[in-house]
């Protein structure tokens, strides 16, 4: 069994090592990108964008477990859009002139 187990923890960190090495390598491609005179700043910033969205994928991913953990992340992914919906209703029912905030008493 500790061979076993031995052999499991040798398969993590050399995944470890292959997201860190992807993390680096997002990090000088960041930098480069900096260094690059595009077009635009629209794709300067779509590049940026997606090396970052990349590298916080991997980060959240791996380091932080959520790829072993779909059901639960999802569940409360499905939770949270529930409720920021709810609220944002809520908001913008309470910006019509005729919703029961905006009724005054007249005595």
Avoid: C, Q
């Avoid at 992807?22 to 629209?42: D, E, M």
């Avoid at 959240?60 to 953990?69: C, D, I, K, P, V």
């Amino acid at each position: 069994m500790s061979d076993n187990h031995a052999h499991d923890v040798k398969k993590d960190v050399k995944k470890y090592l292959a997201v860190f090495g992807a993390l680096l390598l997002g990090t000088v491609l960041t930098v480069g990108a900096y260094y690059l005179h595009f077009t635009s700043v629209t794709v300067t910033i779509t590049i940026a964008l997606f090396i970052a969205s990349v590298k916080g994928f991997l980060v959240a991913g791996y380091f932080m477990h959520l790829m072993s953990e779909r059901k639960m992340i999802y569940g409360i992914m499905v939770a949270t859009v529930f409720f920021f919906a709810g609220l944002m209703y809520l908001t913008v029912w309470s910006m019509e002139p005729t919703s029961l905030i905006h009724f005054k008493h007249v005595p």
